[in-house]
């Protein structure tokens, strides 16, 4: 039996019921799909709201790996245009064969409206999250940081520093280095470093916020007795997050291995991505 609907109608030509269906269906995965690909963006969105420092661990591949589910994001939204105006045509078929209206206000909605107001909800969510990333960078004042003051093609120099200010306009910090030098001149040096080149420090009074870098994880930390922070690994497992780390540091070696030395927690942070020592 044919499925066709209103063969010799004004419309010229039969409505294919399997093809409406099936078209409907496609229109329902693609929304299925662009809900799970929202959900990805904005787990990415709550990390970076979360942990401002995330972006600086991560760099580009944050950015690389947005830029992907944004761009899946674009192409099923013009497949669900294409879908929804293959099933106008499909149902201004129908309506010419008969069939009621009310119909096709149930089955099709407006991509339009959705995509217009998804842009709008994007758009007002970035903003939101670049405030409050300032904010929290504002809130580091008199903070002890992490910080890159010096970098090269072979080696980053970072060093335990305080946060004078931070200027929400050129989005750049101004730190001071409590350690005086070791030349002559021996005073405490101030530099002007971008956001990029500070990781903030866990809270001392709240392990509880603290990452919790597991054994065998390379992390920056600041090596006992000085202001600098070099590349390690976690030797061993903590039993509680207060609990100081014990670390072996690269290029530390004494008597043909590498001594474990303890850090506390408030003073190691994730390694940066692409960190040179």
């Excluded at 419309?11 to 799909?33: M, N, P």
């Excluded at 761009?71 to 069939?99: F, H, P, Y």
């Excluded at 206000?105 to 991509?111: L, M, N, Q, T, Y």
Aim: aromatic content about 6%; charged content about 35%; hydrophobic content about 35%.
């Amino acid at each position: 039996m044919s499925s066709s609907v209103g063969g010799g109608s004004a419309g010229g030509g039969g409505v294919d019921i399997a093809s409406l269906l099936e078209k409907a269906k496609e229109l329902d995965q693609l929304k299925k799909e662009q809900e799970e690909v929202l959900v990805e963006i904005n787990k990415h969105h709550k990390k970076v709201l979360a942990t401002p420092e995330f972006v600086d661990k991560t760099g580009d591949a944050l950015f690389l790996k947005l830029r992907g589910l944004y761009a899946r994001a674009k192409e099923l939204s013009e497949s669900e245009i294409s879908a929804s105006t293959a099933l106008i045509g499909l149902l201004d078929g129908l309506l010419q064969s008969g069939t009621s209206a009310p119909q096709r206000k149930k089955i099709v909605g407006d991509p339009k409206k959705k995509r217009i107001k998804s842009d709008t909800d994007t758009a007002r969510f970035s903003a939101a999250s670049m405030r409050n990333q300032l904010d929290q960078a504002a809130n580091l004042k008199g903070e002890q940081v992490a910080a890159r003051v010096k970098s090269d093609d072979e080696k980053d120099e970072w060093f335990v520093v305080k946060v004078i200010h931070f200027d929400k306009e050129t989005k750049e910090y101004e730190v001071l280095d409590e350690e005086p030098g070791d030349d002559e001149e021996s005073i405490q040096r101030k530099y002007k470093l971008p956001m990029s080149c500070i990781i903030p420090f866990p809270k001392k009074g709240d392990p509880s916020s603290a990452p919790d870098f597991g054994q065998g994880r390379q992390v920056l930390a600041v090596y006992p007795g000085t202001t600098a922070l070099y590349r390690a690994t976690v030797a061993s497992h903590r039993k509680r997050k207060s609990d100081d780390y014990i670390l072996e540091f690269d290029d530390d070696e004494e008597d043909g291995s590498l001594p474990q030395r303890a850090v506390p927690f408030y003073r190691v942070v994730a390694l940066p991505e692409g960190h040179r020592q």
